[in-house]
């Protein structure tokens, strides 16, 4: 499964590149807000630091003026994957940059249907959102397994990008099932390494070595 991280924040990606976690970047409006950046300086920095498809969206809500924008976002770097909503004109959107060889994300995926459609698109990527189904008291995870099991049947080559993850058990649920995919705030990622038994078993090995006396350098 690869991982990608839901963040403009390029200090927090550059750690976790170093360490070998990161097989790409997603970024959305809200994430460049966030970050109070210039989108096409934040992203231009993004695309030096992770060689893998760094999303980059567009904002546009009509197709020719998504074009455009994404045409202009793609320029940024060659592993820059537009991201596109899962809308008619996102749809159509995503036709004509696959068409031309660009990577597409397709986002806002609420729905097994909609999926269907990000892949006769050309997308590269869909990208389903766990989190914010559960927010509204729908099983995110469950529209992960609906779209593998489809995908599969037809053999559909999008990638499954598992996108609103809040939590470590969204990681492995979506690993469980086969997700391609995953990307998820720094924080979550970072939180897959804690066990409550491991900081237990961790004190109990140091106590008992402060007791030997010994040292090992
Ligand atoms: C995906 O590409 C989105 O940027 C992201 O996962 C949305 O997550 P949120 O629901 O936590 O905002």
Request: aromatic fraction near 6%.
């Amino acid at each position: 499964m690869k991982f990608f991280v839901d963040t403009a924040d390029t200090a927090a990606i550059r750690e976790l590149n170093a360490l070998g976690m990161v097989d790409g970047v997603t970024t959305n409006p809200s994430l460049i807000l966030k970050s109070g950046r210039d989108i096409l300086e934040v992203t231009r920095e993004i695309c030096d630091i992770v060689e893998g498809p760094v999303s980059a969206e567009v904002v546009a809500t009509e197709a020719p003026a998504m074009i455009a924008e994404g045409l202009k976002l793609a320029q940024i770097a060659p592993n820059i994957a537009i991201k596109v909503p899962l809308t008619w004109d996102g749809l159509t959107a995503c036709k004509a940059f696959a068409s031309e060889g660009h990577k597409v994300n397709v986002t806002l995926c609420f729905s097994a249907a909609q999926a269907i459609l990000a892949a006769k698109a050309g997308a590269a990527f869909v990208s389903p959102f766990i989190g914010r189904l559960d927010d509204i008291h729908l099983e995110g995870v469950e529209l992960i397994q609906d779209i593998r099991t489809i995908y599969d049947n037809y053999a559909y080559p999008t990638e499954i990008l598992a996108a609103s993850i809040r939590s470590v058990n969204h990681i492995v649920d979506c690993a469980r099932i086969g997700a391609d995919v995953i990307t998820a705030p720094p924080a979550v990622i970072r939180a897959m390494a804690n066990h409550v038994l491991t900081d237990k078993g961790l004190a109990q090995f140091l106590s008992d070595w402060e007791k030997t006396g010994q040292k090992i350098l």
